[in-house]
DNA sequence: GCAAAGCATGGCTATTTTGCCAAATATGAA
DNA sequence: TTCATATTTGGCAAAATAGCCATGCTTTGC
């Protein structure tokens, strides 16, 4: 009965508690500001105040954002003095990043081409 | 000027389509269904009937879970016959969702020890 | 004690997302 | 052609999300 991750074990209902989690983290990483603070946080941890800035929103939008990250396990904070520091707590993401971005810089290189070599989009 | 990964040469505004396209990827995979659907999509290519039977939800719904997986580019689509087949289209996604799902299980562990043990939470 | 700095939270509105039904489209069979 | 099957799309209502302002909480400094 152990919870695999690639759920061999499962057929057409797979364990919810397990889908729900694991899309919490893609849903909390799924917006350009939270995205943006967390590729920021590849670099080590962050007070908010630093990541308002990064973000230009209000601190109370990304006092939300980070909430949402928290929840969702892909961060950790941690208070020191007056500030509270905010760290990637997810290991695996780095690779992950680095693989999408990869693939998207591809895309957005072939677009550039398109648009200016001449070619036609089928 | 070459678009890394990493964005190392990136500050304080890096550039916002490749965010917005990286967020698109994470938002597509940031809900139960799209999830549940991509989990099956590892063992090989479905169509959109498959989908809907591991799904139980209706037709067009599971269409548009769909449509929104391939304009992210999480999924490609290819048809054959009257049917539409729907496969992975990001190599790199199996081993995130491998160390994402190890993680969760472990939480959903610990929370059930928690929960079973007599232990407290802080 | 009091004030200020750093974050979080309540409350509100605008926008987006979801999911269903109904209708349109495309393909293969008769 | 006509019908049936497989999938997408239009349209709508309910729910969730995003972002701002104002307020509350906690720590530091005076």
Redesign the interface.
């Given at each position: 009965m152990?919870?695999?991750?690639?759920?061999n074990e499962v057929n057409?209902r797979?364990h919810?508690?397990?889908?729900?989690?694991?899309?919490?983290?893609?849903?909390?990483?799924?917006?350009?500001s939270?995205?943006?603070m967390v590729?920021a946080l590849?670099d080590g941890e962050k007070c908010v105040c630093d990541l308002q800035?990064?973000i230009g929103a209000d601190m109370s939008t990304v006092s939300r954002h980070l909430a949402v990250l928290r929840e969702a396990?892909v961060v950790r904070s941690e208070k020191r003095g007056t500030n509270i520091y905010y760290a990637l707590a997810?290991?695996?993401?780095d690779?992950?990043?680095?693989?999408?971005?990869?693939?998207?810089?591809e895309?957005?290189?072939e677009k550039a081409s398109l648009l200016g070599g001449g070619e036609r989009a089928s």
């Amino acid at each position: 009965m152990a919870i695999l991750p690639n759920m061999n074990e499962v057929n057409a209902r797979p364990h919810r508690e397990y889908i729900a989690e694991q899309a919490k983290i893609f849903k909390a990483l799924g917006h350009p500001s939270r995205l943006l603070m967390v590729q920021a946080l590849r670099d080590g941890e962050k007070c908010v105040c630093d990541l308002q800035t990064l973000i230009g929103a209000d601190m109370s939008t990304v006092s939300r954002h980070l909430a949402v990250l928290r929840e969702a396990g892909v961060v950790r904070s941690e208070k020191r003095g007056t500030n509270i520091y905010y760290a990637l707590a997810l290991s695996c993401l780095d690779t992950f990043l680095h693989c999408t971005g990869t693939l998207i810089a591809e895309r957005i290189r072939e677009k550039a081409s398109l648009l200016g070599g001449g070619e036609r989009a089928s």
